[in-house]
């Protein structure tokens, strides 16, 4: 069974910066793709970065310039830096995501709010 635990939201100023760690257990496959999507009231939820475990980054273009993913793919984790340019817009449930053969994994999320 593959469980995916996030950590470091919270509640940050405008201009302030926040990391997020998301570590993978279980059954996890070499190839993969870990990333993060976010979810804000009353909206769908959509895509922020993926990172697959060769390295390639995909970013939404709202956060590119602005947001770093990362891994570590000997610890099956990923990270998602949210530079010193938050906006208030960021806000939102933040869901790490685990892509393999066997499907789609989530995460509980962890909510983020940029608020002055």
């Known amino acids: 069974q593959v469980q995916l635990v996030e950590s470091g939201g919270g509640l940050v100023q405008p201009g302030e910066s926040l990391r997020l760690s998301c570590a993978a257990s279980?059954?996890?496959?070499?190839?993969?793709?870990m990333g993060w999507y976010r979810q804000a009231p009353g909206k769908q939820r959509e895509l922020v970065a993926t990172?697959?475990?060769?390295?390639?980054?995909?970013y939404a273009n709202s956060v590119k310039g602005r947001f770093t993913i990362s891994r570590d793919n000997a610890k099956n984790t990923v990270y998602l830096q949210m530079n010193s340019l938050m906006k208030p817009e960021d806000t939102a449930v933040y869901y790490c995501?685990?892509?393999?053969?066997?499907?789609?994994?989530w995460g509980q999320g962890t909510q983020v709010a940029v608020s002055s």
């Open positions: 995501n685990l892509r393999m053969t066997t499907g789609d994994y």
């Open positions: 279980g059954t996890i496959f070499s190839i993969n793709t």
């Open positions: 990172m697959t475990s060769t390295g390639f980054r995909n």
